[in-house]
């Protein structure tokens, strides 16, 4: 079992930057990929960036050389930096980890971004 725990939300102008910290606890964290992925208002949840158990990430095609993801073993927590935010960067953001068969999310938090 894992428990995540996001951080770092907020309202910013677009052109801005925010950074997302989500916490895990409960199990080994090095072993897991960790992703980020976001909801919208009206849309489906989708993947921002992911980033595996060797670090190795991939990024949706619209965050791009905008947003990067990172990982410190030592603290078991995922970074999300979000720079050069768009107002359609507005939604609610959710850690995930993954292993095999093993799912866990966050309870998200929302980023707000204003024109």
Same mark, same amino acid.
């Given at each position: 079992?894992?428990?995540?725990?996001?951080?770092? @939300?907020?309202?910013? +102008?677009?052109? !801005?930057?925010? =950074?997302?910290?989500? *916490?895990?606890?409960? #199990?080994?964290? &090095?072993?897991?990929?960790? @992703?980020?992925?976001? +909801?919208?208002? !009206?849309?489906? =949840?989708?993947?921002? *960036?992911?980033?595996? #158990?060797?670090? &190795?990430?991939?990024?949706?095609?619209?965050?791009?050389?905008?947003?990067?993801?990172? =990982?410190?073993?030592?603290?078991?927590?995922?970074?999300?930096?979000?720079?050069?935010?768009?107002?359609?960067?507005?939604?609610?953001?959710?850690?995930?980890?993954?292993?095999?068969?093993?799912?866990?999310?966050?309870?998200?938090?929302?980023?707000?971004?204003?024109?």
């Amino acid at each position: 079992q894992v428990q995540l725990v996001e951080s770092g @939300g907020g309202l910013v +102008q677009a052109g !801005g930057s925010l =950074r997302l910290s989500c *916490a895990a606890s409960g #199990s080994i964290f &090095s072993i897991y990929a960790m @992703g980020w992925y976001r +909801q919208g208002p !009206g849309k489906q =949840r989708e993947l921002v *960036a992911r980033i595996t #158990s060797g670090g &190795s990430a991939v990024y949706a095609d619209s965050v791009k050389g905008r947003f990067s993801i990172s =990982r410190d073993n030592a603290k078991n927590t995922v970074y999300l930096q979000m720079n050069s935010l768009k107002p359609e960067d507005t939604a609610v953001y959710y850690c995930n980890a993954n292993r095999n068969v093993f799912n866990y999310w966050g309870q998200g938090t929302q980023v707000t971004v204003s024109s």
